[in-house]
């Protein structure tokens, strides 16, 4: 029985830009199959990690391996067997819709129509905007070019750097139906993005911050590694609240989570002992309400723990 190496390994990979520190010794393996986040902030290192899994950039130290190949000794052999949807669009402006495909599909000495099957479900909601300049597209028309363009080739690995940012949530929930319709095919995943929501959306993620990774697992195990009492807590004036409630004794950590805070405790306590310190500092319309830890919660405290 043959058996394939694991579809991305690296170990110990720096990068530094000048002074500037964009990877610090970070280390990881994904298996063949598996859609992998790699979830931070912008600067977090992201895009830097992905462009050298892809061979664009060259570590400074480390080594890396995708598919079993050496991504500085055999770049060649990776360029035919992934797929690349860098974070900013960039294909073709001038181009339409039907000429991007097509110029991607000869570079890789193929055409649309042997691959088509693996695209036809994104390719549909294109054919209407066949012959449009691709600069013309919408956001999330332009999203989907690219991806069909990464596809047309048939990559075992897709690379995706934050490829949801700036698209409308309706754009944002396809494009991850999409992925999942990908993975059902065998191919391997590793996609970045600074939405913490679509973490959940991954089999296991890596959190990164300033070069580093906090933390690797699956999104459940990382949110239920949060084992501090959490609250989400509501009042008029959110701003003030926030500073108040990081002036509260108890407090272990706090931040704004959507239009709440989630504020945790160092032990466990009375939520009406919160809200009579908040009636004391003249907050009003106070609530305070347990709830159950997040994948951000646990970020955030990894990032200041």
């Given at each position: 029985m043959t058996t394939h190496p694991p579809a991305l390994v690296f170990d110990?990979?720096?990068?530094?830009?000048?002074?500037?520190?964009?990877?610090?010794?970070?280390?990881?393996?994904?298996?063949?199959?598996?859609?992998?986040?790699?979830?931070?902030?912008?600067?977090?290192?992201?895009?830097?990690?992905?462009?050298?899994?892809?061979?664009?950039?060259?570590?400074?130290?480390?080594?890396?391996?995708?598919?079993?190949?050496?991504?500085?000794?055999?770049?060649?052999?990776?360029?035919?067997?992934v797929g690349y949807m860098p974070g900013r669009f960039s294909l073709y402006q001038d181009l339409s819709v039907a000429e991007n495909l097509h110029f991607f599909a000869t570079l890789f000495g193929t055409t649309v129509a042997e691959n088509y099957d693996l695209i036809r479900d994104i390719y549909e909601q294109l054919e209407p905007f066949r012959k449009r300049r691709a600069g013309k597209l919408s956001g999330g028309m332009k999203q989907k070019l690219a991806l069909c363009c990464a596809l047309v080739h048939?990559?075992?690995?897709?690379?995706?750097?934050?490829?949801?940012?700036?698209?409308?949530?309706?754009?944002?929930?396809?494009?991850?139906?999409?992925?999942?319709?990908?993975?059902?095919?065998?191919?391997?995943?590793?996609?970045?993005t600074p939405y913490m929501d679509e973490a959940s959306l991954c089999d296991r993620v890596a959190l990164i911050q300033d070069g580093h990774f906090l933390a690797v697992d699956k999104p459940g195990a990382l949110a239920a590694s949060y084992e501090h009492p959490l609250y989400a807590v509501k009042a008029r004036d959110r701003f003030r609240l926030l500073q108040d409630v990081r002036q509260w004794p108890p407090t272990y950590q706090a931040f704004p989570f959507g239009e709440q805070l989630h504020l945790s405790t160092r032990t466990e306590i009375d939520p009406q002992q919160l809200v009579g310190y908040l009636t004391q500092q003249g907050h009003q319309e106070i609530t305070v309400t347990p709830t159950a830890p997040t994948i951000e919660d646990r970020f955030m405290e990894l990032m200041t723990h």
């Open positions: 110990n990979i720096h990068k530094s830009f000048g002074p500037v520190t964009a990877l610090e010794g970070v280390s990881l393996e994904i298996g063949r199959g598996e859609l992998f986040g790699l979830i931070g902030p912008d600067g977090a290192g992201k895009t830097t990690l992905m462009r050298i899994l892809t061979t664009l950039l060259l570590p400074d130290q480390g080594a890396a391996q995708v598919l079993g190949y050496d991504v500085i000794k055999q770049w060649r052999n990776i360029r035919r067997e048939r990559p075992q690995i897709l690379f995706l750097d934050e490829p949801t940012t700036g698209v409308d949530p309706v754009s944002r929930q396809e494009f991850w139906q999409i992925l999942n319709r990908l993975q059902d095919q065998g191919i391997t995943i590793f996609v970045s």
